[in-house]
């Protein structure tokens, strides 16, 4: 009998929930604007893009960490709703303004990660040929002034090793938040190790609202660099203050080259942050100072993709932000979740997804029953409708240092005398 949601090549990969194996090669892709235009802060725009093709059975996000400086790239959208085992073309980019500006032919818009699936061997041959070199405008911001420069741009393959570390985004500044109003925040600087791939981590982490994306100031760096961010990019969705010290969300850091990690580990295993976990009890918001200890995990190939569901049917204004009930995820203990692009709504995009409870450790059991939904367009959402998809994976946590230094205890110095 053969299990039921485990992908075949015959299947129709639409019906979800469904589970899937990545094979451990991703590759990147370029979102270069083929249009000019011009974008208003926080409304967002539909912009055309130089086409991109996908094979079939991959799976895609946006690479995080803003490309442009006008704003960063919600989702894409292809000619029509492919299936998985299809390929996929892709012309626009739901693009959110965070200032008022230009869009130029030929900008750098954003990235997406395209991940492989363990249908067959995985052949690189075939990533290569998905592979082109770009001549682009990298678009930044220097001194509060808006620079173009025109460079060439590869796209890259690499190789997953699943390992990463969670990285705490702390505000370094006192601000008073409205509810839609995105703000760019000052945090605790953050030093991104290169050959690291940085995504923010699903589930709210604050109890007024997410962390869109990280802010790079001047020009952009390559991955195989290291980066320093200062700034994040926070939507509320309650009004409210943030206070100096506040956790705004935790950034998950991976890495795409093992040596690298082994480099960078021993500084960041001697942290210690401290910060205030700012959450909902009993309908009321919450301080308490904790200590951040130093958390590692190894990602497991094997996932799960799960529709987020509307649980009530609720009215849309275009660019306001909406709390909407989704039917209840119930989620087991060392689970990760992230959205997917490609697969939301036609009015809108969730941005995340949360519940009233106070918040669970990773290694927890936890229910979600809200989404973030931020609509594109006037609409409605009508109770069962899809929101969008989310991407739920097992993950083993390290409890470093010791466990991590006696598995690998190889890779350190020895010091005499210990």
């Keep these: 009998m053969e299990e039921k ?4 090549d015959e299947d129709v990969f639409e019906v979800l929930p469904l589970a899937y194996k990545l094979t451990n090669y991703a590759y990147m892709k370029l979102l270069v604007a083929s249009e000019n235009t011009d974008v208003e802060k926080e409304r967002i725009k539909r912009i055309k893009i130089e086409p991109v093709t996908l094979p079939p059975y991959t799976l895609s996000s946006v690479l995080n960490i803003s490309r442009h400086a006008n704003g960063i790239v919600l989702d894409i959208h292809g000619e029509k709703q492919s299936k998985m085992r299809e390929w996929k073309k892709y012309m626009e980019v739901s693009f959110l303004p965070t200032n008022y500006g230009k869009i130029k032919k030929g900008d750098l818009l954003g990235v997406i990660k395209v991940f492989i699936m363990g249908i067959t061997p995985p052949e690189l041959k075939m990533i290569e040929n998905q592979l082109r070199q770009w001549d682009v405008s990298l678009v930044y911001r220097k001194n509060a002034e808006v620079k173009r420069e025109r460079v060439l ?11 990463a570390e969670w990285y705490p985004i702390i505000s370094n500044e006192k601000l008073e938040i409205e509810a839609g109003r995105i703000v760019e925040v000052n945090i605790k600087p953050i030093e991104i ?6 995504v923010p981590l699903f589930i709210m982490r604050n109890a007024f609202g997410s962390v869109l994306d990280l802010v790079v100031e001047g020009k952009h760096k390559k991955l195989e660099e290291s980066r320093r961010i200062s700034k994040a990019l926070f939507i509320p969705i309650f009004d409210g203050v943030i206070e ?3 956790i705004l969300g935790i950034l998950n850091v991976y890495h795409i080259s093992f040596g690298e990690r082994t480099k960078s580990l021993m500084s960041y295993l001697t942290k210690e942050v401290r910060g205030n976990l700012v959450y909902w ?3 009321k918001v919450k301080r308490k100072e904790i200590e951040i200890k130093p958390f590692s995990f190894k990602r497991s190939s094997m996932g799960r993709l799960e529709p987020i569901i509307s649980e009530e049917t609720k009215s849309l204004r275009a660019n306001q932000p909406e709390i909407i009930r989704i039917q209840e995820m119930d989620l087991p203990s ?3 979740v992230q959205p ?3 697969k939301n709504h036609p009015y809108g995009f969730v941005i995340d997804v949360f519940s009233l409870d106070p918040p669970r450790k990773v290694e927890e059991e936890k229910r979600i029953d809200r989404a973030i939904f931020f609509p594109s367009k006037d609409g409605m959402i009508k109770k069962g409708d899809e929101l969008g998809v989310a991407n739920v994976y097992h993950v083993t946590v390290f409890y470093e240092p010791e466990s991590f230094i006696e598995r690998h205890r190889g890779l350190f110095p020895t010091r005499k005398g210990g």
């Design 5 to 8: 949601g485990i992908l075949k």
């Design 153 to 163: 741009v590869n796209e890259n393959w690499y190789r997953r090793w699943h390992t």
């Design 193 to 198: 190790p290169a050959n690291t791939i940085p």
């Design 244 to 246: 100096r010290d506040d």
């Design 281 to 283: 009890k009993e309908g």
């Design 334 to 336: 060392g689970v990760i």
């Design 340 to 342: 997917l692009t490609g």
